[in-house]
């Protein structure tokens, strides 16, 4: 069983739509978690970083921890086509900072 | 965010050549890097993680000789393929973090290795 479970896809919404994304993991020595974007043939980007359970929002997004449950989430609002990528779940335990990502997620936002 | 500069971005080169992956963190200093490598439609793969000043540590299962690291300042890192061959070919992928623990890493833009 792999560390960090991540449904790999494709989800396909129409423009406008609220993304729902998760990751369920199995160590709860993962203590901050992250979410990432990354188009194809390019390197992941950035797209949250939370250490504590609950919410955290930026914009269109909003990331979703709960270390009772090992499950994280990722929303994101008023969807766009430009947001049609794959998503990676990715966390670190607080020691060290190697990170375990899951598989992805294919996201497509069709106009 | 931080940046983190990979080149080059595509490379293909000859059976039994060497090529070399650089990767620079613009505006702050790196104590660690990481180099990943992506097949097509998979997560990132942990290579080796790159210590400034000594050796790099390396996945098991990672050839050390074959993948040469190097990370000679707080601000480059360096991934050499030797004697590459077509099962090398790759997308490849630096990481760069900080000196405090609890920052986030930053991506490079990838390299795209096609061995011929």
């Known amino acids: 069983q792999k560390e960090v479970e991540q449904d790999p896809g494709p989800l396909s919404v129409p423009e406008g739509a609220i993304v729902s994304l998760n990751c369920t993991y199995s160590n709860s020595a993962f203590q901050y978690f992250m979410w990432y974007r990354q188009y194809s043939r390019k390197g992941p980007e950035l797209l949250m970083y939370t250490y504590s359970s609950g919410n955290k929002e930026d914009g269109r997004f909003t990331a979703q921890v709960d270390k009772s449950s090992k499950y994280i989430s990722l929303f994101i609002r008023d969807s766009q086509p430009s947001d049609s990528a794959t998503y990676l779940c990715a966390m670190r335990k607080a020691a060290g900072n190697k990170l375990t990502f899951g598989g992805g997620t294919r996201v497509l936002v069709k106009p | 965010g931080a940046v983190v500069s990979q080149h080059p971005s595509r490379v293909i080169c000859k059976s039994g050549t060497s090529v070399k992956i650089e990767c620079r963190s613009l505006?702050?200093?790196?104590?660690?890097m990481f180099w990943y490598r992506q097949f097509p439609k998979q997560s990132l793969m942990l290579m080796a993680t790159?210590?400034?000043?000594?050796?790099?540590?390396?996945e098991q299962g990672v050839e050390k000789d074959k993948f040469l690291i190097n990370h000679a300042s707080l601000t480059l890192s360096t991934l050499t393929v030797t004697s590459a061959h077509p099962e090398d070919s790759s997308f490849y992928i630096c990481s760069s973090q900080g000196n405090l623990g609890d920052t986030e890493a930053f991506f490079g833009q990838g390299t795209r290795l096609t061995v011929v």
């Open positions: 790159s210590n400034e000043g000594s050796k790099a540590t390396y």
């Open positions: 505006d702050f200093q790196a104590t660690t």
